[in-house]
């Protein structure tokens, strides 16, 4: 009996961490990439699912795909200039920092959660 009010516990406890941090990931994200092209994320994270938009520097919009969320990191993937380029990130105090690879350039960005415009 106490194993499995024990194992219930861990589960639920788990379950609520998890929630917890989509909770934390879902919103409106800007920054910059190379310090100069703005970016924005709108991302909806429910359980371990990641959907949402991503908005370029040109202002253009897209659906985000094949987006995951594994406790405090994410990935999804985003086309940019023509090919489905992956990102990940990972959240640490506040702040989402994400890496990408563009036409074989290593690149990253801190993004800010804010209110949505």
Same mark, same amino acid.
């Not at 703005?38 to 795909?65: E, R």
């Not at 086309?79 to 990253?108: A, E, F, N, R, W």
């Given at each position: 009996?106490?194993?499995?009010?024990?194992?219930?516990?861990?589960?639920?406890?788990? &379950?609520?961490?998890?929630?917890?941090?989509? #909770?934390?990931?879902?919103?409106?994200?800007?920054?910059?990439?190379? #310090?100069?092209?703005?970016?924005?994320?709108?991302?909806?994270?429910?359980?371990?699912?990641?959907?949402?938009?991503?908005?370029?520097?040109?202002?253009?919009?897209?659906?985000?795909?094949?987006?995951?969320?594994?406790?405090?990191? &994410? /990935?999804?993937?985003?086309? &940019?200039?023509?090919?489905?380029?992956?990102?990940?990130?990972?959240?640490?105090?506040?702040?989402?920092? &994400?890496?990408?690879?563009?036409?074989?350039?290593?690149?990253?960005?801190?993004?800010?959660? /804010?209110?949505?415009?």
């Amino acid at each position: 009996m106490t194993k499995k009010l024990l194992l219930s516990a861990f589960l639920s406890l788990s &379950i609520s961490c998890l929630f917890a941090q989509s #909770n934390e990931i879902t919103g409106h994200w800007t920054g910059k990439v190379m #310090n100069q092209y703005d970016v924005t994320y709108d991302f909806v994270a429910q359980g371990d699912s990641l959907t949402g938009k991503d908005t370029h520097y040109d202002g253009s919009v897209s659906d985000i795909t094949n987006g995951k969320v594994m406790g405090d990191s &994410i /990935s999804f993937s985003v086309p &940019i200039q023509g090919q489905m380029t992956p990102v990940t990130g990972k959240l640490k105090d506040g702040v989402l920092t &994400i890496h990408l690879t563009v036409q074989g350039y290593d690149l990253s960005a801190d993004l800010k959660k /804010s209110a949505a415009k």
